[in-house]
């Protein structure tokens, strides 16, 4: 079985910035694309950003320049960097990665319990 544990989240005044961690534990082979998401109150879940085993990433428009993914590989733990916080980037963030358990097996789809991030003005 595999699990993703999130942590990093919390209260934060506008402005500011936090770190959120994700780390993946269990069989583990390869951990392939990784993902954060968000979900605020009332409304749908949203990708937040995205990185590729290569390193290639991508962000919504609402977090381009303030937010940055990453990942340490050797670590299975992934990042998101929030910076420049806003009232609006408050919600449920959640961690999703493809996630292989044994070479030549197809990845399964994994997520994490989400961590509340709030951001007060």
């Known amino acids: 079985q595999v699990q993703l544990v999130e942590s990093g989240g919390g209260l934060v005044q506008a402005g500011g910035s936090l770190r959120l961690s994700c780390v993946a534990s269990?069989?583990?082979?390869?951990?392939?694309?990784i993902r954060w998401y968000r979900q605020a109150p009332g409304k749908q879940r949203e990708l937040v950003a995205h990185?590729?085993?290569?390193?290639?990433?991508n962000y919504a428009d609402s977090v381009k320049g303030r937010f940055t993914i990453s990942r340490a590989t050797t670590k299975n733990t992934m990042y998101l960097q929030m910076n420049s916080l806003k009232p609006e980037d408050t919600a449920v963030y959640y961690c999703?990665?493809?996630?292989?358990?044994?070479?030549?097996?197809?990845?399964?789809?994994?997520w994490g319990q989400g961590t509340q991030v709030t951001v007060s003005s």
């Open positions: 269990g069989t583990i082979f390869s951990i392939n694309a």
């Open positions: 999703n990665a493809d996630i292989a358990q044994a070479r030549g097996t197809i990845p399964d789809d994994y």
């Open positions: 990185i590729t085993p290569g390193g290639s990433t």
